[in-house]
């Protein structure tokens, strides 16, 4: 994908925007893991069970988070360590296909994400409040600080967690 219009990125961005809400990033965050612990407890054998072709399954949903914080972790420190740095786009699709996340263990794919979730909250909470304004250039989103890509995260973890709410609902009201 190439670079967005400023129109286009913030649509892009919106949805996780609005999914934070006036909440507070930090706080939002930093309930998610155990809510995902309590998504897969709950889950049982419909965990893997796409609701559709074409659709993630809840644990695909948690995958795709873990992924996420990975690539946003990397993206934290850049914008942190560097002036500016150029910060790569991915293509979640393809990771979600090609790294198979249908076959991964469930407590593995929560330790991962939790262990990201908990360093990337203590980056936040070391970091300055003038350094959260530092700016690193998304590929195709433009010019992006810690604090938003910090709310933005926040956003996406509810917005992904409600897809997986959504999946196993579906998936426990199929025939």
């Known amino acids: 994908m190439g670079p967005m219009t400023p129109e286009e990125a913030n ?22 893991v155990e809510l995902w612990r309590r998504l897969l ?24 988070m873990a992924d996420s914080e990975m690539v946003t972790s990397v993206r934290y420190r850049w914008i942190l360590a560097e002036d500016e740095p150029p910060l790569q786009g991915w293509d979640q699709r393809a990771w979600a296909t090609r790294l198979d996340h249908s076959a991964d263990d469930p407590a593995s794919l929560l330790a991962l994400f939790a262990a990201l979730r908990r360093t990337n ?8 409040i003038a350094s ?10 433009g010019p992006e600080s810690f604090d938003l890509l910090f709310r933005l995260q926040a956003g996406h973890g509810r917005v992904h967690r409600a897809q997986a709410e959504r999946a196993l609902a579906d998936v426990r009201r199929a025939p």
């Open 132 to 141: 959260r304004a530092r700016v690193g250039i998304h590929a195709e989103r």
């Open 11 to 32: 649509a892009y961005r919106q949805p996780m925007l609005d999914g934070l809400g006036a909440d507070d990033p930090l706080e939002a965050q930093a309930a998610e």
């Open 121 to 128: 909250l203590e980056l936040w909470a070391r970091t300055p």
């Open 41 to 64: 407890d709950d889950a049982g054998s419909d965990l893997s069970v796409r609701p559709a072709p074409g659709e993630w399954s809840a644990l695909e949903c948690l995958g795709h």
